[in-house]
């Protein structure tokens, strides 16, 4: 059963638009959660780890939010760029130690057109 | 540069041949992993390694194995290879703990035919 899941599965904005992604979960414990961004054809890199009851998080254009009481977590994306085009990927990690694992959401696929 | 390198990028492969896939890290990062990406679905972690000769499976670790001798690299190694291991394969390197970050390479591409 999938424990991480993201909506919407695809998303498409009007550069210079503002765009929200949602991850839900059902990882327990729930230690930390990280979002990923992965270009086409390309690895996935890091934007932002949370990791409190209610965390915030901000890294330039993105931020991120985390409610561990819900389970929930978004991701904002503002004034959005060509280049944000890429699958953006929610992950929950169950231990604070190597010895945890990630569990990995399938992905937001958003397309950012002219 | 910190990185994570993956060999080869594209792969093709007749079902039941050997596959090695390689992979690299300059970080010193005591922890590797192997994750598949297929289609719709999350990253599967294949095995992990928390340092050289200390590996453990993973969620689907069947129809692999790995071999890890030194700290900088982590082999994946599928010996007769299945057309359902058609694949995107990740090799990732961390340094443990929440707040460590996860490098992950760029992938290997490999179809079983």
């Known amino acids: 059963k999938t424990q991480v899941e993201q909506s919407p599965q695809s998303l498409v904005v009007r550069q210079g638009e503002n765009c929200v992604l949602q991850?839900?979960?059902?990882?327990?414990?729930?230690?930390?959660l990280r979002w990923f961004k992965q270009d086409t054809g390309k690895g996935l890199v890091s934007l932002t780890v949370?990791?409190?009851?209610?965390d915030k998080t901000s890294n330039g254009r993105y931020s991120a939010t985390l409610d561990k009481d819900a389970k929930h977590s978004t991701l904002h994306i503002t004034a959005t760029l060509l280049d944000d085009t890429a699958t953006y990927i929610c992950?929950?990690?169950?231990?604070?130690?190597?010895?945890?694992?990630?569990?990995f959401g399938a992905g937001t696929q958003l397309i950012v057109i002219p | 540069d910190m990185k994570v390198t993956q060999m080869p990028r594209y792969l093709i492969k007749r079902m039941g041949e050997n596959v090695l896939l390689e992979c690299g890290q300059d970080?010193?990062?005591?922890?590797m992993y192997w994750y598949r990406q297929d289609p719709g679905l999350g990253l599967q972690l294949i095995y992990i390694?928390?340092?050289?000769?200390?590996?453990s499976e993973g969620d689907i670790p069947k129809g692999y194995r790995v071999s890890r001798k030194k700290r900088e690299h982590f082999s994946l190694i599928l010996d007769s290879a299945k057309t359902n291991q058609t694949s995107v394969y990740f090799c990732?390197?961390?340094?443990?703990?929440?707040?460590?970050?996860?490098?992950f390479g760029s992938g290997t591409r490999l179809l079983v035919i």
């Open positions: 990732a390197s961390s340094s443990g703990g929440r707040g460590s970050d996860y490098t």
């Open positions: 991850c839900n979960y059902s990882v327990t414990p729930d230690n930390h």
């Open positions: 949370l990791v409190d009851q209610k």
């Open positions: 992950v929950v990690g169950d231990r604070g130690s190597a010895l945890g694992r990630l569990h």
């Open positions: 970080m010193s990062h005591e922890t």
């Open positions: 390694s928390y340092d050289v000769d200390s590996n």
